[in-house]
């Protein structure tokens, strides 16, 4: 089966490029870029005034299956990436039972199978049921496919233990995805502390309840040699210290959720639960600081945390909400909207840190677009607008507080392997 894509601005995210190019695909693969190609027996797309990118990879994802299927199953997770422009994802493990050894990897990928949808790289706990107590069998669940480890969700405490668990990691050679928190210091907290949460006679959480952490995993990253990536960066203290280790040359790599880069923390105003996510909303200096991170570079990546819950679970009163947003059809939206058509970031950059960046974390060739490259690709147009509808998301997820917002820049075309998965053109 023989693909032209003809009249787009193609985006390679390695070299930082924008050209004009037709891409033909054959079979599955990128075979030729060029002008004017011929068209001969070719499925043709015109996206004439679009851009033509790698397939986007969202590092950070709560696909809730096995064991939470009323907030999220596989195949719902799936089709909400695809319909939000990404042709993969890694998969947190916080799932039910807990995706700590190969059974649950192995379930995992297998479900995958067969949906023709995108691509899923499951992530393997750190500890045994994410205790924080036990290490899980790292070399069993990387053989069975983990990509890399996390007990997102739950931060890990024991200093001793994430020692051990960056040890480990480094001899089989995967990266740790740390979730930073220190729960003496979020003591039931459920937003921001701060003038707002102090209005709102909420419980906040401090700044330093992340930061704390972020600097301890840095100093344990620099004992052990260990690859460390630091889950959704919130506060101007978190980006100065990443900022500070990368200076230092040490493997710290760091993500920002568009909600973090969007939104502050009077958003809670209102009490809608849909703005409860773990880390909070922050302050506006936080915001800005991690804009300017990912302008400067110290933040490499743009991951979602998408995380769903049932509408049950979410209409209670906020301090007893579960923790949590869904963004994987937000997302594109909102880096166009926020970051691109603000000037802080190229289109190139901003692909990237949606492409070529996560996959080199993950240690996946992915992310590239060339001739001989897999035809993953997704096609942005950047005049398209939408008012955001939650009734319309293919996620079984509404928890957004984005709904009734109008974002531009979006994806009009999702293509995995050569196959279109999704389109709106």
């Not at 931060?155 to 729960?183: D, F, K, N, S």
């Not at 703005?275 to 909070?280: Q, R, S």
């Not at 993953?376 to 998301?393: G, K, Y």
């Not at 917002?405 to 995995?416: E, N």
């Amino acid at each position: 089966m023989k693909i032209l894509i003809k009249g787009g601005r193609v985006v390679d995210p390695v070299a930082e490029t924008e050209k004009n190019l037709d891409v033909a695909i054959e079979d599955g693969i990128i075979v030729e870029f060029g002008n004017n190609l011929k068209e001969d027996s070719a499925e043709v797309i015109d996206a004439v005034g679009m851009l033509v990118a790698p397939g986007l990879i969202d590092m950070h994802v709560h696909l809730r299956e096995p064991g939470y299927e009323a907030k999220e199953t596989i195949e719902t997770g799936l089709k909400a990436a695809v319909r939000g422009g990404f042709t993969g994802v890694a998969c947190m493990p916080n799932t039910k039972p807990v995706a700590d050894n190969q059974t649950v990897i192995s379930y995992i990928i297998d479900r995958t199978s067969g949906l023709g949808l995108a691509r899923v790289w499951p992530i393997g706990a750190i500890t045994r049921g994410s205790k924080g107590e036990e290490l899980a069998e790292m070399a069993d669940l990387k053989k069975a496919g983990a990509v890399a480890f996390s007990d997102d969700g739950q931060p890990v405490t024991g200093a001793g233990i994430m020692r051990r668990a960056m040890q480990y990691a480094r001899m089989v050679g995967l990266t740790i995805i740390a979730h930073c928190e220190e729960p003496a210091l979020v003591a039931g907290g459920s937003m921001h502390e701060g003038f707002m949460s102090t209005r709102l006679g909420l419980k906040g959480i401090p700044g330093a309840a992340e930061e704390v952490m972020v600097a301890r995993d840095i100093i344990l990253s620099e004992l052990t040699g260990c690859p460390l990536h630091i889950a959704h960066v919130s506060t101007a203290g978190s980006v100065r210290l990443v900022k500070e280790a990368r200076a230092r040359g040490l493997k710290v790599t760091a993500e920002a959720t568009p909600h973090h880069f969007t939104l502050t923390d009077q958003a809670v105003e209102g009490y809608s639960t849909s703005t409860k996510v773990n880390p909070p909303l922050r302050g506006e200096e936080d915001v800005a600081a991690v804009r300017q991170g990912l302008a400067d570079g110290t933040i490499d990546v743009i991951a979602t945390d998408h995380a769903p819950h049932t509408p049950e679970e979410k209409e209670v009163e906020y301090d007893r909400a579960p923790f949590g947003m869904v963004g994987l059809e937000t997302a594109v939206g909102l880096v166009w909207s926020e970051l691109v058509e603000s000037g802080i970031l190229t289109p190139a950059r901003a692909v990237a840190k949606m492409t070529i960046n996560p996959a080199r974390i993950l240690g996946i060739e992915k992310g590239i677009i060339q001739p001989g490259a897999v035809a993953d690709i997704t096609v942005i147009d950047p005049a398209r607008e939408e008012v955001v509808n939650p009734n319309e998301f293919a996620s079984k997820g509404r928890n957004t507080p984005f709904a009734g917002r109008k974002i531009k820049g979006l994806p009009v075309l999702t293509m995995v392997g050569g196959k279109i998965v999704f389109s709106r053109l």
